[in-house]
Nanobody, 111 residues
Framework: QVQLVESGGGLVQPGGSLRLSCSASGSIFSPSVVAWHRQAPGNQREWVASVNSVGSTSYADSVKGRFTISRDNAKNTVYLQMNSLKPEDTAVYYC?????WGQGTQVTVSS
């Protein structure tokens, strides 16, 4: 299983934007789906977005129109561009690929 490292989290005001990155460390992404999930305190971990090997994307209803997932195979990196952020988006965001999970990166949306 690959090792994944997320980055780009931080504190942002409501309505702001943030871009998360997920990079494979010492390995490559599998041909399978790469996905972003998130977990807020007291909540179940939920799926946010996915991108497959040919670039087809899908999103949870809660983030459609605001988030964009993309991948750069040359850099072995997957991104999650988050726009129009809401306090409800506050969570730890995790990258997943082939059963491997990153350590997570904290996103806090607050004024």
């Amino acid at each position: 299983q690959v090792q994944l490292v997320e980055s780009g989290g931080g504190l942002v005001q409501p309505g702001g934007s943030l871009r998360l990155s997920c990079s494979a460390s010492g390995s490559i992404f599998s041909p399978s789906v790469v996905a972003w999930h998130r977990q807020a305190p007291g909540n179940q971990r939920e799926w946010v977005a996915s991108v497959n090997s040919v670039g087809s994307t899908s999103y949870a209803d809660s983030v459609k129109g605001r988030f964009t997932i993309s991948r750069d195979n040359a850099k072995n990196t997957v991104y999650l561009q988050m726009n129009s952020l809401k306090p409800e988006d506050t969570a730890v965001y995790y990258c997943r690929n082939s059963g491997s999970w990153g350590q997570g990166t904290q996103v806090t949306v607050s004024s």
